[in-house]
């Protein structure tokens, strides 16, 4: 069964102003256009959208990464939605490569949010049918999600890229104890040994590392860092000089969403024993500051072949996130 299966006249694919690079890919994978998305300001602020395609009765599909800035974004995939939902969609389908507010997932401060359960009632809320997302940041956000939700596994993209090395006196290492467990099924496919950080937060900028748990890191030469997200970069940089320390001569740096902000990508890649950064394309990163040490892989036909067996009525197992692939 090919991509040609999805009937063009009954499926639309609209993409937010977050990624639409991500979108066009996701719809050239699947044979069907991208339809227009109108996306203006009034005067006072105010988002004004408007849908360039009929949705009544449709299988609809709205792209949306939830990069910087996060809330304007999130803001205009709600209305995206509420418009497909009052012009009377069939089905809505939120895709939403990066949801950002995964991070806030428990009440670990008095008088806060859990930002991530009150995003997905509000997508709920506004129309969503169903959620496509990659990765999330811990795996009970899964079970924020009111209506059917999906997190796609970006593992796929990073076996095929690191099979073709010489993995030899190499270890995956997670940046803490929160990663390892998707860190070890990442390890366990390379046929590789793994390893997690000892970390304290000192604050939300500075961290330290006191230690190792898991295979040891004596006797390796190479490091392959794993993570879900890497924002400032702070924990991968000192994680990396932590197993500098301990005899480790080169690391490869892989992570599924590179938000990059504050320099955090710079300073990786300043970093003499860091010889590559490896990210997906759930965020978009400028070109301005694209390096011979980043390499990039697309997500985008995975997005798309889950949006074909979705609509095929086909298992995504998969290419689900804790699936053994």
């Given at each position: 069964m090919t991509?040609?299966?999805?009937?063009?006249?009954?499926?639309?694919?609209?993409?937010?102003?977050?990624?639409?690079?991500?979108?066009?890919?996701?719809?050239?994978?699947?044979?069907v256009p991208l339809e227009k998305t109108k996306v203006s300001r009034f005067s006072n602020d105010n988002l004004f959208i408007q849908l360039g395609a009929s949705v009544r009765s449709r299988?609809?599909?709205?792209?949306?990464?939830?990069?910087?800035?996060?809330n304007d974004h999130l803001v205009?995939?709600?209305?995206?939605?509420?418009?497909?939902?009052?012009?009377?969609?069939?089905e809505i389908h939120a895709i939403i490569p990066y949801y950002s507010f995964a991070r806030s997932d428990k009440k670990d401060a008095p008088r806060i949010s859990i930002t991530a359960r009150l995003v997905a009632d509000l997508l709920h809320?506004?129309?969503?049918?169903?959620?496509?997302?990659?990765?999330?940041?811990?795996?009970?956000?899964?079970?924020?999600?009111?209506?059917?939700?999906?997190?796609?596994s970006s593992r796929p993209v990073f076996m095929r890229h690191y099979k073709e090395r010489d993995l030899s006196q190499t270890i995956v290492v997670a940046g803490d104890m929160g990663q390892a467990k998707s860190a070890a099924r990442f390890a366990k496919d390379l046929g590789l040994p793994i390893a997690a950080g000892n970390k304290e937060r000192i604050s939300d900028t500075e961290v330290r590392?006191?230690?190792?748990?898991?295979?040891?890191?004596?006797?390796?030469?190479?490091?392959?860092?794993?993570?879900?997200?890497?924002?400032?970069?702070?924990?991968i940089l000192e994680l990396s000089k932590h197993l500098v320390e301990l005899g480790i001569e080169e690391i490869w740096v892989a992570c599924t969403h590179g938000?990059?902000?504050?320099?955090?990508?710079?300073?990786?890649?300043?970093?003499p024993e860091i010889?590559?950064?490896?990210?997906?394309?759930?965020?978009?990163?400028?070109?301005?500051?694209?390096?011979?040490?980043?390499?990039?892989?697309?997500?985008?036909?995975?997005?798309?072949?889950?949006?074909?067996?979705?609509?095929t009525r086909q298992s995504i197992g998969d290419l689900f996130v804790f699936g053994d692939v």
């Open positions: 991509a040609k299966t999805l009937d063009p006249s009954e499926v639309r694919i609209f993409s937010g102003s977050s990624h639409p690079q991500l979108a066009a890919n996701i719809a050239e994978h699947l044979g299988i609809v599909y709205i792209v949306q990464t939830l990069s910087p800035p996060v205009e995939l709600l209305m995206m939605l509420d418009i497909a939902k009052a012009a009377s969609a069939r809320t506004a129309g969503a049918t169903h959620i496509m997302t990659m990765m999330l940041h811990s795996p009970q956000v899964h079970g924020f999600f009111p209506m059917p939700a999906d997190p796609l590392f006191s230690g190792m748990v898991g295979a040891q890191v004596a006797g390796m030469k190479k490091a392959l860092l794993y993570d879900d997200e890497i924002a400032t970069g702070g924990t938000v990059f902000v504050r320099g955090g990508l710079e300073k990786l890649l300043a970093f010889t590559e950064v490896v990210t997906t394309n759930t965020v978009p990163i400028p070109a301005e500051v694209h390096h011979p040490k980043l390499k990039i892989l697309s997500v985008g036909h995975i997005f798309g072949e889950a949006i074909r067996y979705n609509y």
